[in-house]
């Protein structure tokens, strides 16, 4: 804050100098000391990236010095803002100046001078943050990519090869010096007074430390598992959540008994620089082998992943011993460049002595790749991959990388590209076992998850699964940047260029404003729903409002919510409307081309709900469709037919079409129950019959009343049509049902006869169908039975049309 304070009135008198003069810039020499050494420094980098002859220590110093000053300065750009807004509007509210020889009046001319110089006074400070916030942006950017070009030449740099037999023999020498001196330095520490002195005042610290790390090392297990059945008193079982804990508590009260060990040493003051350094790594090494170790007893974890297929006994127990041997040989390798480090050994001896790590890391890594399941193998080269899971396709990546990998490294470290050769095996080891490590705690929070809500087993296929799996994925992409050479800076300088944002159509986006933007929107799309939820269940009923005007105004209350929603949001994220109005216009040029049918559906769903020809409920026919209306939403309608299926229907097609609505308005509809009756029935007792029915069904409404019509003689009856007005015409097919049986039970009673279609059958030259001899002619007749009927086909009736004999 302090430094924030200084920045500020250091941009001030520089404002103050310009606008005021040299006068008063003197009496504010204290408060620019700030931004002149801004000055120096930068001054100071472009020297230093022009000769480039600093060390990469040095540039990395001098970055963060950088880094620091942009970070200032940024903050500084935002100074203010609220103010500059008020008095340019108070700026604006005073009018344009007059132009040529006119003049305004002296109050309002003094009044905008003062605003102006007020205006002044505080923008300055701005562009002076804008412009150093731009050198320093500079700046950093030049610096990275000198450390990148460092980088890549030393990845790519060819050293001596490890294979030639003359850097052998100094490269033993080194080693057996190192050693030596690592010895003697201890020796000489332990007959110092000072290393008496502490044992005498620190030893029973020391003791107890021992004692406690002796406890953890060799009842850690026992007491985990005591840890273990404690927790599984909470409940959730089966879920193998109070497992998987366990299984951290046994690595990790061991770990802490290593750590208490190397804590009682140095207390001791026995190790000296050497011994100190080593000692220093001593709880991350253990750390590996602890997690290689964890890594894999949870083996049956990926096994149980979904697509996975199981392996042997004897599989699982080989890949525990080359994660081990892994977490070995990255501590050797560790051990390899703080050798590096300490004794400042030659290039020759540094690839010699890495170069039998590497080669095993290698070999290993190659073994690691044939494992696999012996129930479904996968083979890689006939392509025949199991499209099955995307564990599955992960597992096959990771072997045909592996393979790559393993090939690769050993041939650049014999022709003596060592750095190169470790830069790419030891990350894919660590890459290896993180993949695991992130397998194994997906479905452990996945686990937690179905034990929280129930679902138990079924949460494997859940979206929360999917979630917290692309979640933790994205969080191991920075780990997995570094695995791979990637420095934590620029790390920090991505994170850095994401939340200044992006310029978008003249909008600046940054996570900010965004998350901001949600949040508010998320906030008012919730309420909205609330709104529309007490409109739709509590209010609403208890009005003489018919379904459909209630679901047209919990609609419209949805869609004028969503709206005024989106705009609070915009407005508090702080995004100009103005220059959205551009990307407005953009997007209705793209909506004109491409979205036409979409906006026409949409304005469609506007007009229905508004003008309301149709309502939910109502039952209409649109395109041979006929059914319910089930749901009226923004794009399109849903039918539910009476076969009980759903149709949906553009809302375009129910303005432009031709929809007929069966219940506009009321439910009262007319139904037809055609009969016939043979002919030579009394005309008059049908009629009476016919009225009897139609009166007696109690959905027929009486005014206005049912009539009985004589429609006309038919080829085959004498046709009659009840029609009647229904209370409900949605009871249509069930009152004609209801009549037709009434009229059937009627006419048996009266002896009145439905009739059915007969027709004649009349055969023109019959005698063409006789066979041409006669003795076949008797044979057949005599062979044949008097009643078989004569196979006719419609060749045969082609020729005549039935109206003579």
């Known amino acids: 804050m302090l430094r924030q304070v200084r920045l500020f009135l250091a941009l001030v008198s520089v404002c103050i100098a310009v606008l005021c003069g040299p006068a008063v810039a003197q009496l504010s020499d204290r408060q620019s000391e700030y931004y002149q050494g801004w000055v120096k420094t930068a001054d100071r980098a472009e020297t230093v990236i022009e000769a480039d002859r600093a060390s990469n220590a040095a540039l990395e110093n001098l970055r963060a010095e950088i880094h620091t000053y942009r970070d200032d300065f ?49 923008q300055v400070p701005q562009i002076i943050s804008e412009e150093a916030f731009s050198r320093a942006n500079g700046l950093i950017t030049e610096i990275d990519q000198l450390l990148r070009t460092r980088q890549t030449k030393e990845l790519l740099e060819r050293g001596p090869s490890p294979v030639n037999p003359v850097y052998w023999g100094p490269a033993w020498t080194d080693l057996r010096e190192a050693g030596q001196s690592l010895f003697n330095e201890a020796r000489r520490n ?7 002195e502490n044992l005498r005042d620190q030893g029973l610290g020391i003791a107890l430390l021992v004692a406690v790390a002796g406890v953890l090392l060799f009842f850690g297990k026992h007491w985990s598992e005591v840890a ?24 990790l009260l061991p770990w802490l008994g290593v750590w208490l060990v190397v804590k009682a040493i140095v207390m001791s003051g026995l190790p000296g620089f050497r011994g100190t350094l080593l000692l220093q790594n001593v709880p991350y090494w253990a750390a590996i082998i602890f997690y290689f170790d964890w890594i894999g007893r949870q083996v049956y974890v990926l096994q149980e992943a979904q697509g996975f297929k199981r392996l042997t006994a004897k599989r699982v127990a080989e890949l525990r011993v080359y994660l081990d041997v892994l977490a070995v040989l990255l ?60 564990l599955t396709q992960l597992i096959e990546f990771l072997r045909r990388a592996l393979f790559l990998l393993g090939i690769a490294s050993p041939i650049l470290a ?4 060592t750095n190169a050769a470790e830069a790419i095996v030891y990350p894919a080891v660590k890459s290896l076992v993180l993949i695991g490590a992130l397998v194994i705690f997906q479905r452990f929070l996945t686990a937690v998850y179905g034990w929280i809500s129930g679902q138990g087993e079924a949460a494997k296929d859940s979206l929360f699964a999917v979630l917290i799996g692309f979640a933790m994925a994205i969080f191991a992409l920075p780990v997995l940047a570094i695995y791979w050479g990637a420095r934590e800076t620029d790390l920090l300088e991505v994170w850095s260029r994401i939340l200044l944002g992006f310029d978008i159509g003249g909008v600046t986006i940054s ?26 269940s509590s209010l609403l009923p208890k009005t003489k409002i018919d379904p459909g005007g209630q679901n047209a105004i919990v609609a419209g209350t949805g869609y004028v919510g969503i709206f005024l929603a989106a705009l609070c949001a915009i407005m508090v994220a702080g995004f100009d409307l103005s220059s959205l109005a551009i990307v407005a216009g953009a997007l209705s040029v793209g909506i004109g081309f491409g979205l036409q049918t979409i906006v026409s559906n949409f304005v469609s769903g506007i007009i229905l709900l508004v003008e309301r020809p149709i309502s939910k409920g109502d039952w209409i026919d649109v395109n041979g469709m006929m059914g319910y209306v089930r749901d009226i939403s923004v794009r399109s309608t849903r039918i539910e037919t009476f076969d009980r299926s759903d149709v949906i229907v553009p809302n375009s097609d129910l303005i432009s079409g031709v929809v007929t609505n069966y219940t506009r308005g009321n439910t009262v509809g007319r139904v037809i129950v055609p009969v016939g009756v043979a002919y030579g029935t009394d005309t008059r007792r049908v009629e009476a019959i016919l009225g ?86 008797s044979a057949a007749q005599a062979s044949a039975p008097a ?13 005549g049309d039935g109206d003579e004999p």
Request: net charge negative; proline share 5%.
């Open 74 to 122: 940024n903050r500084a750009r935002g100074a203010n803002t609220e103010r500059i807004q008020t008095l340019d509007a108070q700026i604006k509210a005073l009018g344009p100046k007059p132009e040529g020889d006119a003049t305004e009046p002296e109050d309002i001319a003094a009044l905008r001078a003062h605003l102006e110089e007020q205006l002044n006074t505080l």
């Open 190 to 196: 332990f007959g110092t007074d000072v290393v008496h």
């Open 228 to 251: 273990g059945n404690y927790m599984r008193q909470f409940g959730g079982q089966g879920s193998g959540v109070w497992t998987f804990l366990t299984s951290l508590l046994r690595i």
């Open 331 to 390: 501590i050797l390798h560790e051990l390899v460049d703080l050798f590096e480090q300490i004794e400042n050994i030659s290039d020759a001896t540094r690839a010699v002595v890495g170069f039998p790590v590497t080669i095993v890391t290698a070999l290993v890594l190659l073994r690691v790749r044939q494992i696999r399941s012996t129930e479904a193998p996968l083979d890689a080269d006939d392509g025949s991959l199991a499209r099955g899971t995307g």
């Open 414 to 417: 014999v022709i003596g590209y």
């Open 511 to 536: 996570p900010k404003n965004f998350f901001t933007f949600l949040i508010v929107f998320l906030m008012g799309f919730g309420l909205t729903r609330m709104l529309q939820g007490g409109l739709r």
């Open 692 to 777: 009897e029915i139609a009166n007696a069904h109690p959905m027929v409404l009486a005014n206005p009343a049912p009539n009985v019509v004589f429609q006309g003689f038919g080829a085959d009856s004498l046709d009659f049509e009840i029609r009647a007005i229904l209370r409900d015409v949605n009871w249509m097919l069930s009152v004609k049902s209801d009549m037709n049986h009434e009229i059937n039970r009627r006419f048996v009673e009266e002896g009145i006869e439905i009739p059915f279609a007969q027709r004649d059958v009349w055969l023109r030259n019959p005698e063409t169908l006789r066979v041409a001899d006669p003795a076949q002619d």
């Open 787 to 799: 009643s078989t009927p004569i196979e006719m086909t419609e060749v045969d009736l082609s020729g």
